[in-house]
């Protein structure tokens, strides 16, 4: 693992444990630090870390047709019921806005890109810059499209887009709010780390070598302010030693469980799970500026 450094330098929790997941996933991949979604956002004690994950807007988009024949994963074995699939992601969208308060931008489905739902891969979000990836398999680069658009909509928000070479899916993106975490795996390149450090030149950046699964949030998420949680795979081991022996004595403290406190929502996530999708593949979460809206 390397690190690219800068020049210098309560309550809504969704259960991982109330939803059934792909077994390639060891850790829920849930919204970031989602108990400061908008009521957290007034409380001006929150440092600058934690003010990051005040979030005001969702971007989701539909599940297609093309999904249980085309969308790509790891294995074949198991049926993805469509008609289960969206009924699921119809509560996933309730919840984002009528629980948790969320102004949600709906994204119509394309029946051309199977994977469209999970529009996670396709921008990284933060301090007001929406970074367009270049996703790693060729099936999925035109999903960036539609997003793209979206989000050049959105006040306040300044849009970038990677150039070839890069590679990047942003579900091997983990944004701590201090720096961020980047998993090197078969959909993200070290270009695509490189352009990464460059757009977000405040944040340190560390690679993170992805050894199993399709992510490096397959294994790892934020689960709460300054908490990251972590499968117990080989894994999932061999990446929380990386990150230990590189990451700055401030940085969010890692956890084997992921027991917190609070008000629980329960999801279903049982037809996405079968094409490696978990909670944060499926809506990118953006803190919109007042000033500009």
């Known amino acids: 693992m390397s690190a690219h450094d800068p020049h210098t330098h309560r309550e809504h929790h969704i259960d991982p444990r109330s939803f059934p997941l792909s077994l390639q996933h060891h850790v829920p991949r849930l919204p970031l630090c989602l108990p400061h979604v908008r009521e957290h956002a007034r409380a001006c004690h929150l440092d600058r870390s934690m003010r990051m994950f005040c979030y005001d807007l969702a971007v989701v988009r539909g ?41 949600v931008v709906s994204l119509p489905a394309d029946d051309l890109f199977p994977d469209c739902v999970f529009v996670e891969d396709v921008a990284v979000v933060v301090d007001g810059v929406a970074l367009i990836t270049i996703p790693g398999h060729e099936s999925r680069r035109g999903e960036t499209l539609t997003v793209k658009e979206a989000l050049d909509k959105t006040p306040g928000l300044s849009v970038a887009e990677m150039t070839e070479p890069a590679r990047m899916d942003g579900g091997d993106v983990l944004f701590t709010g201090r720096e961020f975490f980047v998993g090197l795996s078969d959909r993200t390149n070290q270009e695509g780390v490189s352009q990464l450090a460059k757009t977000f030149p405040n944040y340190s950046v560390l690679e993170v070598r992805v050894s199993e699964g399709l992510h490096l949030k397959s294994f790892m998420s934020m689960v709460g302010p300054d908490r990251i949680g972590i499968g117990t795979s080989p894994g999932a081991r061999l990446a929380r030693e990386q990150i230990q022996s590189e990451m700055s004595p401030g940085s969010a403290k890692i956890f084997e469980a992921i027991e917190t406190p609070g008000r629980k929502i329960p999801l279903n996530g049982s037809e996405l799970g079968k094409v490696d999708g978990c909670l944060t593949c499926s809506c990118l979460l953006i803190k919109v500026d007042k000033k500009s809206s």
């Open 63 to 103: 599940v297609a047709a093309s999904l249980p024949e085309k969308a790509l994963r790891q294995s074949d074995s198991v049926a993805v019921d469509l008609q289960i699939a969206q009924q699921q992601h119809s509560e996933y969208t309730r919840v984002l806005s009528e629980e948790l308060g969320l102004q």
